[in-house]
């Protein structure tokens, strides 16, 4: 199984931006479809983005498209996501995640990061 650190979050002013990574190990990266999701105060975690193993493809979720970026560095074993003009309502616990297949599903992804704080504020 790979294991998986997220870093990057913080508080930041609404309008700014923040650059979230997520670093693997144990694991080469290459094998795994890479997912991003959310968890804000009292609410289940939610999808937010997804990679594909060689990073041709991405997709992501209406409330965020347009304002992130998802990309990813296999020589590095990194997955990254760009967000730009953040919202309050980003306020989240953001988490990486690992699948083999492209999917928005929470219960499809076999490994998780710990997570990273995510503040917006207003």
């Known amino acids: 199984q790979v294991q998986l650190v997220e870093s990057g979050g913080g508080l930041v002013q609404a309008g700014g931006s923040l650059r979230l990574s997520c670093a693997a190990s144990?694991?080469?990266?290459?094998?795994?479809?890479m997912g991003w999701f959310r968890q804000g105060p009292g609410t289940e975690r939610e999808f937010v983005s997804w990679i594909s193993r060689s990073g041709s493809s991405a997709y992501y979720a209406e409330s965020v498209k347009g304002r992130f970026t998802i990309s990813r560095d296999n020589g590095k074993n990194t997955v990254y996501l760009q967000m730009n003009s953040l919202k309050p309502e980003d306020t989240a616990v953001y988490y990486c995640?690992?699948?083999?297949?492209?999917?928005?599903?929470?219960?499809?992804?076999?490994?998780w990061g710990q997570g990273t704080q995510v503040t917006v504020s207003s």
């Open positions: 995640a690992a699948t083999y297949i492209p999917t928005t599903s929470v219960a499809s992804y076999d490994s």
């Open positions: 144990g694991r080469t990266l290459s094998r795994y479809v």
